[in-house]
Structures are given as C-alpha cells and as structure tokens.
C-alpha cells in the first residue's frame, strides 16, 4: 500500500519562501511522473507542478517562475522549494504520482497534506 507524508508546510509572510517534502513508502517513484496539488476551502485540489521520470517539469501558471519541483529517487522523496510565496498560496499542499497522459493523481489514496499559510 502507497503511503504519502508530506512535511514542510507553516505561517509564513508574503514574500518569504518554504519547502516542502514528500516522502513516499511502497511504491517507487522513480517510475512515475511526480506532483505537487495544493487545495483551498470551498475549491478543487489543482496540479501545480510536476517532474517526469526523465526529471522534466512543468508548472501551473500560477506559480511558475517561483516554485520548483524536484526528486530524489534514492529517498524515494519529492520536494516543492516556493518562492515569492503570495497570500494565495494558502492551501494544503499533497503529492501524489501524475498519470502522465491524462495528468490526473495516480494513486488512490491521499497523504494528509501539508498546510502553507501565507499572510499579507
């Protein structure tokens, strides 16, 4: 069974930077394509950024130019280093594996998300 913790999350100020760690457990994630979802109150949880097995990334509009998405195979970890955080990256953050064609979540089950709060 997948397990996905994620870690990193605070209170941060506009401005400031985090990173967040995503240790993943039965599962390799060297086989998969990466990423980074992130869910306010009341909306969907949205793909932010991703890294392919060949290590390429891509991002949401949102956040590109600021977070960056990595891997580390032999922790079997994903990280999100964010940047220039805005008061509307407020959200709890998850990791999950990315279908890479349809880039839906690949796993069935959920970590318990990490909550970054970004104040103004």
């Known amino acids: 069974q997948v397990q996905l913790v994620e870690s990193g999350g605070n209170l941060v100020q506009s401005g400031g930077s985090l990173r967040l760690s995503c240790a993943v457990s039965g599962s390799p994630i060297s086989i998969n394509t990466m990423g980074w979802y992130r869910q306010s109150p009341g909306k969907q949880r949205d793909l932010v950024a991703r890294?392919?097995?060949?290590?390429?990334?891509v991002y949401a509009d949102s956040v590109k130019g600021r977070f960056t998405i990595s891997r580390d195979n032999a922790k079997n970890t994903v990280y999100l280093q964010m940047t220039s955080l805005k008061p509307e990256d407020t959200a709890v953050y998850y990791c999950?594996?990315?279908?890479?064609?349809?880039?839906?979540?690949?796993?069935?089950?959920w970590g318990q998300g990490t909550q970054v709060t970004v104040s103004s």
């Open positions: 890294v392919t097995v060949s290590g390429n990334t």
């Open positions: 999950n594996a990315v279908n890479a064609r349809s880039a839906r979540p690949l796993f069935t089950s």
